[in-house]
Every structure is written in structure tokens, then in C-alpha cells.
T-cell receptor
């Protein structure tokens, strides 16, 4: 079974630009979550999508947005990039919606997209 | 106060010894607790989950939860050099809710 696939692996942008990151979950997984990881703050929750709807949202500005498609693939977008947006962006998928809550909550992470803002 | 706190380390443990990693959390109603392992340059990988007070064992790993003290720990027995990684504690407030709050991680080094 293929794992979570994130593209691109590396990205270099300049301040003010926008960027779109892509995530394909494990087959059969319906929930996709996005996290930002930085050395100082660690892993921080951005948002979670299920059935094309944003189900949870973290404390990030509106410049950070996302969406999920009918095949569960997800994209996240960051507009008007700032230097502080430089980070590893991780996507995670999970089963969700099953009767076994312990199975639902197991997150499987992709390799991430390393974003550098110059 | 951070929602999930871990000692950042580094924690150095001799090969074959027991490594003990600790985590405290601030939200009393937290329901689910997880330990992830992250090798340098890699993504986090789930190694343990625990939901009830007490101990849960899986191979060389034991997770311990004390909800009254808002404390969760991970013990690694017979530590191996391959256990050298950053260990992330994660907490979920609600069952079936995939919004995890992570600690900043403890860097563990196993000394051969």
C-alpha cells in the first residue's frame, strides 16, 4: 500500500509570493491534516479536512488555506509569503469515521514539503 | 504554559539501558495520547498510543499514563543505537478528532 505522498519535496519562494502544496493520502483514508514544523515551535496543527470539508482549524492567519477533493487528495495554499513561513509542511492522513476510534486517530505522515522563503 | 511540554534534551542513554521520556499536558479533558518517533530528516512515525491510566506495553516500548497528574511517559527497554531519534508526545482532546497537539520533542541519543 502506498504511503502519504507530498509534492513538491522542496520549494524556494520569495516574500509576497504564494505557494500551493499537494498531498495524496493513503488509499482508503478520508481525513487529511496539515502541520507546520519549525525548530522553535515544533509541530503545529494547521487544519484538517474530511469529505471535502474543513473539520478543524488551528491558530494560523487566513493566509493559510486548504481544500480537499472528492478523491481525498488535499492541497494547502499560503498567500503573501513571509520569511517566518519557512518550515517543513507535513501532511498526515487517517482513516476516521470508523467504529474503532483508536484506528481513526492514527496519523500517517508524508515526507513533507520543505518551504524556504527568501 | 505550553499545552504539551517535553524536555528537549538531548538525552543520552547507554546501549542496553532503559530510556525514559516524559511529557506533561495542560488540558485536563485530553482523551488520547501518542508517542511519535522522528528520525533526522524524516517524518514522524507513530510508535505508541494510550487512552487509559496505567501502562501499555508493545515490545521494548512501554507507555505510561497518569491523567490525575496530567503526565505521560515512554520507556524504551534494551535501548539500541537505532532508537536514536527525536520523540514527540502528542495529545488529542476529543476522541475521533484528528487534531493533535504536539510537544516540541525530546532528542534521544543511544551511546554504543
Amino acid at each position: 500500500k502506498a504511503g502519504v505522498t507530498q509534492t513538491p519535496r522542496y520549494l524556494i519562494k520569495t516574500r509576497g509570493q504564494q505557494v500551493t502544496l499537494s498531498c495524496s493520502p493513503i488509499s482508503g483514508h478520508r481525513s487529511v491534516s496539515w502541520y507546520q514544523q519549525t525548530p522553535g515551535q515544533g509541530l503545529q496543527f494547521l487544519f484538517e479536512y474530511f469529505s471535502e470539508t474543513q473539520r478543524n482549524k488551528g491558530n494560523f492567519p487566513g493566509r493559510f488555506s486548504g481544500r480537499q477533493f472528492s478523491n481525498s487528495r488535499s492541497e494547502m495554499n499560503v498567500s503573501t509569503l513571509e520569511l517566518g513561513d519557512s518550515a517543513l509542511y507535513l501532511c498526515a492522513s487517517s482513516l476516521t469515521g470508523t467504529a474503532d476510534f483508536s484506528a481513526n486517530e492514527k496519523l500517517f505522515f508524508g515526507s513533507g514539503t520543505q518551504l524556504s522563503v527568501l | 504554559q505550553k499545552e504539551v511540554e517535553q524536555n528537549s534534551g538531548p538525552l543520552s542513554v547507554p546501549e542496553g539501558a532503559i530510556a525514559s521520556l516524559n511529557c506533561t499536558y495542560s488540558d485536563r479533558v485530553s482523551q488520547s495520547f501518542f508517542w511519535y518517533r522522528q528520525y533526522s530528516g524524516k517524518s514522524p512515525e507513530l510508535i505508541m498510543s494510550i487512552y487509559s491510566n496505567g501502562d501499555k506495553e508493545d515490545g521494548r516500548f512501554t507507555a505510561q499514563l497518569n491523567k490525575a497528574s496530567q503526565y505521560v511517559s515512554l520507556l524504551i527497554r534494551d535501548s539500541q543505537p537505532s532508537d536514536s531519534a527525536t520523540y514527540l508526545c502528542a495529545v488529542n482532546r476529543d476522541f475521533g478528532n484528528e487534531k493533535l497537539t504536539f510537544g516540541t520533542g525530546t532528542r534521544l541519543t543511544i551511546i554504543p
